[in-house]
């Protein structure tokens, strides 16, 4: 098993940044594919940010040049630097992990991050 919890969100100007952290533990992430979802009211759940095992990294194109996830296999920690923050980020925002050979995907609970203008 494997927990995820998320940190970082809060509230921030559109234009300004914000940081979020995802903390594992249990498992060591270095085998998993680690990602950033988010959820608005009323909206289904979307893919923001995947970066692989092998540190290959994926967008939506909707933060395409804004958002950068990272990963820190020693510390088990998995980053989204967010910048340049847009009212149509406000959401909750999940971690999540993906071991597709062993078919296990563990989710983390969320943060939520509000823009406002």
């Known amino acids: 098993q494997m927990q995820l919890v998320e940190s970082g969100g809060g509230s921030v100007q559109a234009g300004g940044s914000l940081r979020l952290s995802c903390a594992a533990s249990?498992?060591?992430?270095?085998?998993?594919?680690m990602g950033w979802y988010r959820q608005a009211p009323g909206q289904e759940r979307e893919s923001v940010a995947l970066i692989t095992r092998d540190d290959t990294s994926n967008y939506a194109d909707s933060v395409k040049g804004r958002f950068t996830i990272s990963r820190d296999n020693a510390k088990n920690m998995v980053y989204l630097q967010m910048k340049g923050v847009k009212r149509e980020d406000t959401a909750v925002y999940l971690c999540?992990?993906?071991?597709?050979?062993?078919?296990?995907?563990?989710w983390g609970r969320g943060t939520q991050v509000t823009v406002s203008s």
């Open positions: 999540y992990a993906r071991d597709a050979f062993r078919d296990e995907t563990y």
């Open positions: 249990g498992r060591l992430i270095n085998r998993f594919d």
